[in-house]
C-alpha cells in the first residue's frame, strides 16, 4: 500500500502547491495590477496638466486679436478717459459689447463662455456671456485682471457665479498707453472632460469638484468598471483637509468604493484657493478567485503553452497511478475474490490470511473465524466434509482440544486459545472395541504446560485390547476417549499443547503403526510432505518457531490422526490442509469416502 | 414735541462741521494687495508673461481704500459716513473701522456672489451675498480681525471694532480726507492701515460748526507685509 499510499500523497501535494501557487499568482496579479494603476495615474495627471496648459496657451493666443482689435481699443479709450466716478457711457459700452461678441464667435472652438471689456480701473465696461453685471461692477482686484491691467499676459482659474472658469486676459494698449484689459473665460465642463478623457487621459475617468460638489466628469466608454461621478465623491472630504491639496500637489491614490484608484489634486489658479479641483480615477482588475487568472488568457496564451511536454507528462503520471492502483489494491482484491470464489466452491476450506495483505488479512481471519463460528454451531451452514480434527476426534471436556502435536523447543509463546491438543486416543472404559480392532495406538505423551491452565491429562492406560488381529482397513477406530482438559485456546497444530508449554512427542513402536496401502503410500507419503512444507510455511508466516520440526515427527502424528478418523468415520482417505487460526498455524483434516 | 424734536436735529446738524485733513503717504508704504512675491508662488498659473512692446504699469497704493481715518472719543457721529462694500474685486474700503456693538452692512456691488467672514469671528461667518445684496453684521467687542472670501481668495481686509468710534472719513486718492457732520467736541484722530494704526494719535478739537482743517499728516508707520491670501 505503500506507493499508491506514496501517490496520494504526492497528488495530494501536487494539488496543495498548485492551489499555493495559484493563489499567489493571483495575489502577485492584483498586485501588480494596482501598482500599473498607480503609474498610469501619475501619468495621466502630469499629461492632463500638460494639456491644460497647452489650451491656457491657446486660448492667451486666441483673444490678442480681441485686445488689438481697433474698436475695442478705441471703446476702452474712452471709457477710461471718463471723469473719475463716473458712470461707463452707454454707447460706449453697447458699442463695445455687440464687438466683442462678434470676435470671440469668430474664435469658433476657443469662444469664450464670459468675455469681459475692463477700463484701465478694471470696471467693467462690456461683458459677453453671464448674467448682466450692475453699474460700475468691477474686476480690478482679481490678481488676472490687474497682472493685465499692468501690461502682463497671464491666465487663472475662477469661481465666478458659482461656475468655475478657465480664464486668460491680455492688456489693452491705445497710443502707447493701457486703457483696459480683455477677459476671457471657458467654462469648465463635461464637455471639456469628455474631450480630455477621450483623447488625453484615455481609460481614465476625469471629474472636477467645488468643495464637496462635483460639477463636471467624463468617463471612458469603452472601459469596465471606470468609476463615474459620484464614486469620487467620498474622499473629497479627507483630501480637501490633507496639507498635499493646499500645496497643490496629487494626493496620494485613494480606493473608491467600487475598488478603482484615484488621485485628486487643486488646479492651477486663484481657484486652488476656494477648494477647486480635479480627480483622475482608473479601475483596478483585480480576480475574483485564483481560477479568474484563466480568463484573462488569450488564444496566443494558450497556444503558447508547451502542450507537447504537458500531455505526456500528464499521462505518464496517470499510468504510474494505475500501476500502483492496480499493484495494491486491484490485484489483492483479485487474489481474495479468488480465494473466496475457491472457498465457495469447496476448494479451499479456509483462506490463507498470509497470501493476504492489511486490510485483506483481517477480512481473511474474520471469514475463518466465521467460518469456525458456523462449523462450531453447526446450524445453517451445511457441514463441511473438512471437519475440524476436534469434531472428527471428538471434543474433551467441551474445551477445544489442544494442538495437532508438538514439538520440542520453545514453549508456545501466547495462551490464546488454540485448537485443543488432539486428545489422546484413550478408550472410553465402556468403549466399545470391536474384537479384532487392533489396540488403539499409544497417544502422544502430551507435556504439561508452563502456564496455569489445565494440565494435559496424562496419556490414558491402553484399553484392554483384545488379542492382536491384522487392523482391518476399515476397521471403526475406537471412540476417541474424552479428551483432557485443554485448556480454552485453540492452539495450532503444532503447538505446544492448548499452551505455551513444550510438548514432547514420543516415537510410537513400529509394531502398532499400521501399514498404509500399498498402492497409496506414494500418495499419501507426498501429500504429507505437501502439508508438511505448507505448515512448514504457515508457521513462518505466522512467527511461529518451526526449530525441531521435522517431517518425521511430523508425519507420525498425521498418520495417526488419519488412523483415528478413518475408524471414526469409515473414511477411505483423509485429506490434511493447513490454516491459520488465531495467528497460529493448525491443521484440518478432511475425509474422503 | 414732534416740531421741538426736529428743531433740536437741525439745531445740532446746524452745529456740527466737517472736518479735513491730509495725509501724506510715504510711496513705498505696502499695499494691501498680493505682492509680485506672492504671485509667484507656484501654481497660481500656467503662464505669466509681459506683453512685450509696452513696459508695465508699477502698482500703487489704494489709498482711499486701503487707508482709514477715523474720530474716537465720542459718541457716533450722525454725519455721513462712506458705505462698506465689495467693489471692483475686493472690499472698498479694505480696512473697516465699526463701532463695537453697532451693525453694520456690506453691500455687493460686483458681478458675482462674494462669501466674506472674518478669521476667528463667529458673528462674521462664510456667508454668500449675491451680487446687489447687502450682508449686515454685528460686532459686539472691541477687537481686530483679518477679513477673506471664500471663493475669491485675493481678497484681504482688516476689521477694526472700537468701542469709541465717533466717525469715519471719506479719503481721496490723494490721501485727503474729510469728516462730515462731526458734533463740537474733543475727539481723537487715528488712521489705520491693514492691521495696525500708522499716525499717532492726534487730538482734535471741534469747537464749533464751522470746517476743521487738520493738518497734514504723515504717515509714520513701517511698512506691514500684506498677510499672505
Known amino acids: 500500500?505503500?506507493?499508491?499510499?506514496?501517490?496520494?500523497?504526492?497528488?495530494?501535494?501536487?494539488?496543495?502547491?498548485?492551489?499555493?501557487?495559484?493563489?499567489?499568482?493571483?495575489?502577485?496579479?492584483?498586485?501588480?495590477?494596482?501598482?500599473?494603476?498607480?503609474?498610469?495615474?501619475?501619468?495621466?495627471?502630469?499629461?492632463?496638466?500638460?494639456?491644460?496648459?497647452?489650451?491656457?496657451?491657446?486660448?492667451?493666443?486666441?483673444?490678442?486679436?480681441?485686445?488689438?482689435?481697433?474698436?475695442?481699443?478705441?471703446?476702452?479709450?474712452?471709457?477710461?478717459?471718463?471723469?473719475?466716478?463716473?458712470?461707463?457711457?452707454?454707447?460706449?459700452?453697447?458699442?463695445?459689447?455687440?464687438?466683442?461678441?462678434?470676435?470671440?464667435?469668430?474664435?469658433?472652438?476657443?469662444?469664450?463662455?464670459?468675455?469681459?471689456?475692463?477700463?484701465?480701473?478694471?470696471?467693467?465696461?462690456?461683458?459677453?456671456?453671464?448674467?448682466?453685471?450692475?453699474?460700475?461692477?468691477?474686476?480690478?482686484?482679481?490678481?488676472?485682471?490687474?497682472?493685465?491691467?499692468?501690461?502682463?499676459?497671464?491666465?487663472?482659474?475662477?469661481?465666478?457665479?458659482?461656475?468655475?472658469?478657465?480664464?486668460?486676459?491680455?492688456?489693452v494698449v491705445e497710443s502707447g498707453q493701457f486703457v483696459g484689459a480683455i477677459v476671457h473665460g471657458m467654462r469648465i465642463d463635461d464637455e471639456l472632460c469628455q474631450t480630455l478623457v477621450a483623447n488625453r487621459i484615455r481609460g481614465a475617468s476625469l471629474a472636477f469638484f467645488f468643495r464637496d460638489r462635483l460639477f463636471a466628469s467624463a468617463m471612458p466608454e469603452d472601459a469596465a468598471g471606470a468609476p463615474g461621478r459620484d464614486d469620487f465623491a467620498a474622499p473629497i472630504a479627507a483630501v480637501l483637509g490633507a496639507e498635499s491639496f493646499a500645496a497643490g500637489e496629487a494626493s496620494e491614490p485613494q480606493e473608491l468604493g467600487t475598488g478603482a484608484l484615484a488621485v485628486y489634486s487643486a488646479v492651477v489658479g486663484e481657484a486652488a484657493g476656494a477648494q477647486v479641483g480635479y480627480a483622475i480615477g482608473r479601475p483596478v482588475r483585480r480576480l475574483a478567485g485564483p481560477v479568474s487568472i484563466l480568463e484573462l488568457a488569450s488564444s496566443d496564451d494558450w497556444n503558447a503553452v508547451p502542450w507537447t511536454m504537458i500531455v505526456p507528462a500528464l499521462l505518464v503520471l496517470f499510468l504510474l497511478g494505475l500501476l500502483f492502483t492496480f499493484l495494491e489494491h486491484t490485484r489483492p482484491l483479485r487474489r481474495f475474490a479468488d480465494a473466496a470464489d475457491k472457498l465457495g466452491k469447496r476448494e479451499l476450506d479456509r483462506f490463507m490470511p498470509p497470501d493476504f495483505g492489511g486490510a485483506l488479512r483481517l477480512a481473511?481471519?474474520?471469514?475463518?473465524?466465521?467460518?469456525?463460528?458456523?462449523?462450531?454451531?453447526?446450524?445453517?451452514?451445511?457441514?463441511?466434509?473438512?471437519?475440524?480434527?476436534?469434531?472428527?476426534?471428538?471434543?474433551?471436556?467441551?474445551?477445544?482440544?489442544?494442538?495437532?502435536?508438538?514439538?520440542?523447543?520453545?514453549?508456545?509463546?501466547?495462551?490464546?486459545?488454540?485448537?485443543?491438543?488432539?486428545?489422546?486416543?484413550?478408550?472410553?472404559?465402556?468403549?466399545?472395541?470391536?474384537?479384532?480392532?487392533?489396540?488403539?495406538?499409544?497417544?502422544?505423551?502430551?507435556?504439561?504446560?508452563?502456564?496455569?491452565?489445565?494440565?494435559?491429562?496424562?496419556?490414558?492406560?491402553a484399553a484392554p485390547s483384545p488379542p492382536a488381529a491384522p487392523s482391518p482397513p476399515a476397521a471403526p477406530s475406537p471412540p476417541a476417549a474424552p479428551s483432557p482438559p485443554a485448556a480454552p485456546t485453540n492452539a495450532s497444530v503444532g503447538d505446544d499443547g492448548d499452551d505455551e508449554g513444550p510438548t514432547m512427542v514420543s516415537r510410537l513402536p513400529a509394531a502398532v503403526l499400521p501399514k498404509p496401502a500399498a498402492d497409496a503410500s506414494s500418495e499419501e507419503d507426498a501429500h504429507f510432505q505437501e502439508v508438511f512444507q505448507q505448515f512448514l510455511e504457515t508457521k513462518r508466516q505466522c512467527g511461529e518457531p518451526v526449530v525441531g520440526l521435522t517431517f518425521e515427527k511430523f508425519v507420525v502424528t498425521l498418520r495417526k490422526n488419519k488412523e483415528q478418523i478413518v475408524a471414526k468415520h469409515g473414511a477411505a482417505q483423509v485429506r490434511f490442509t493447513v490454516y491459520v487460526k488465531d495467528g497460529k498455524a493448525a491443521l484440518k483434516a478432511r475425509p474422503i469416502t | 414735541m414732534l416740531s421741538l424734536a426736529l428743531a433740536l436735529g437741525s439745531a445740532s446738524s446746524a452745529l456740527a462741521g466737517d472736518v479735513r485733513g491730509a495725509l501724506t503717504v510715504p510711496s513705498d508704504l505696502a499695499s494691501l494687495a498680493p505682492s509680485p512675491a506672492e504671485e509667484a508662488l507656484p501654481r497660481l498659473r500656467y503662464w505669466d508673461e509681459w506683453n512685450g512692446f509696452i513696459e508695465g504699469r508699477t502698482r500703487?497704493?489704494?489709498?482711499?481704500?486701503?487707508?482709514?481715518?477715523?474720530?474716537?472719543?465720542?459718541?457716533?457721529?450722525?454725519?455721513?459716513?462712506?458705505?462698506?462694500?465689495?467693489?471692483?474685486?475686493?472690499?472698498?474700503?479694505?480696512?473697516?473701522?465699526?463701532?463695537?456693538?453697532?451693525?453694520?452692512?456690506?453691500?455687493?456691488?460686483?458681478?458675482?456672489?462674494?462669501?466674506?467672514?472674518?478669521?476667528?469671528?463667529?458673528?462674521?461667518?462664510?456667508?454668500?451675498?449675491?451680487?446687489?445684496?447687502?450682508?449686515?453684521?454685528?460686532?459686539?467687542?472691541?477687537?481686530?480681525?483679518?477679513?477673506?472670501?471664500?471663493?475669491?481668495?485675493?481678497?484681504?481686509?482688516?476689521?477694526?471694532?472700537?468701542?469709541?468710534?465717533?466717525?469715519?472719513?471719506?479719503?481721496?486718492?490723494?490721501?485727503?480726507?474729510?469728516?462730515?457732520?462731526?458734533?463740537?467736541?474733543?475727539?481723537?484722530?487715528?488712521?489705520?492701515?491693514?492691521?495696525?494704526?500708522?499716525?499717532?494719535?492726534?487730538?482734535?478739537?471741534?469747537?464749533?460748526?464751522?470746517?476743521?482743517?487738520?493738518?497734514?499728516?504723515?504717515?509714520?508707520?513701517?511698512?506691514?507685509?500684506?498677510?499672505?491670501?
Open chain 2, 60 to 229: 500703487r497704493l489704494d489709498v482711499a481704500s486701503e487707508i482709514a481715518v477715523v474720530l474716537t472719543g465720542g459718541p457716533a457721529s450722525s454725519g455721513e459716513q462712506p458705505a462698506y462694500r465689495i467693489h471692483n474685486g475686493t472690499l472698498s474700503p479694505a480696512t473697516l473701522v465699526a463701532r463695537a456693538g453697532t451693525g453694520i452692512q456690506i453691500r455687493n456691488d460686483d458681478g458675482t456672489s462674494y462669501e466674506l467672514f472674518a478669521e476667528g469671528l463667529g458673528e462674521f461667518g462664510p456667508i454668500q451675498t449675491a451680487p446687489g445684496n447687502a450682508r449686515p453684521i454685528t460686532v459686539t467687542a472691541a477687537g481686530h480681525w483679518v477679513i477673506r472670501d471664500r471663493a475669491h481668495p485675493h481678497v484681504l481686509g482688516h476689521l477694526h471694532a472700537i468701542a469709541d468710534l465717533v466717525a469715519r472719513a471719506f479719503v481721496e486718492p490723494s490721501g485727503a480726507f474729510v469728516f462730515r457732520g462731526v458734533e463740537p467736541g474733543s475727539y481723537t484722530l487715528r488712521a489705520y492701515h491693514g492691521d495696525r494704526e500708522v499716525i499717532a494719535p492726534t487730538p482734535v478739537t471741534v469747537a464749533d460748526s464751522r470746517e476743521l482743517v487738520v493738518p497734514a499728516i504723515a504717515v509714520t508707520a513701517a511698512p506691514a507685509a500684506a498677510p499672505a491670501p
Open chain 1, 1 to 171: 500500500m505503500l506507493l499508491s499510499r506514496f501517490w496520494m500523497l504526492l497528488l495530494a501535494a501536487l494539488a496543495g502547491a498548485g492551489l499555493a501557487v495559484a493563489s499567489v499568482s493571483t495575489s502577485l496579479y492584483d498586485e501588480r495590477e494596482e501598482d500599473t494603476v498607480r503609474l498610469l495615474l501619475v501619468r495621466d495627471r502630469a499629461e492632463l496638466e500638460m494639456t491644460l496648459r497647452i489650451q491656457a496657451r491657446a486660448q492667451l493666443d486666441a483673444i490678442a486679436p480681441l485686445a488689438a482689435h481697433g474698436d475695442v481699443r478705441s471703446a476702452l479709450r474712452e471709457a477710461s478717459g471718463r471723469t473719475a466716478g463716473a458712470a461707463v457711457p452707454d454707447e460706449v459700452a453697447t458699442r463695445l459689447r455687440a464687438r466683442l461678441g462678434e470676435l470671440n464667435t469668430q474664435l469658433r472652438g476657443l469662444a469664450g463662455d464670459l468675455v469681459f471689456g475692463v477700463d484701465r480701473e478694471g470696471i467693467i465696461v462690456a461683458q459677453v456671456g453671464g448674467t448682466a453685471p450692475p453699474h460700475g461692477a468691477g474686476l480690478g482686484a482679481f490678481p488676472l485682471v490687474r497682472a493685465a491691467l499692468d501690461g502682463n499676459v497671464r491666465d487663472d482659474v475662477w469661481v465666478y457665479g458659482d461656475e468655475v472658469f478657465r480664464m486668460a486676459a491680455r492688456p
Open chain 1, 364 to 461: 481473511a481471519r474474520s471469514v475463518n473465524t466465521a467460518l469456525d463460528k458456523v462449523q462450531e454451531s453447526g446450524a445453517g451452514a451445511p457441514r463441511r466434509r473438512a471437519e475440524n480434527l476436534d469434531e472428527i476426534l471428538g471434543k474433551a471436556e467441551a474445551a477445544p482440544a489442544p494442538s495437532f502435536f508438538g514439538f520440542a523447543g520453545e514453549p508456545a509463546k501466547d495462551a490464546a486459545p488454540a485448537a485443543p491438543p488432539p486428545a489422546p486416543a484413550a478408550s472410553p472404559p465402556n468403549a466399545s472395541v470391536p474384537r479384532g480392532a487392533p489396540p488403539p495406538p499409544a497417544r502422544p505423551v502430551v507435556s504439561q504446560p508452563r502456564t496455569p491452565s489445565p494440565p494435559a491429562p496424562p496419556s490414558p492406560p
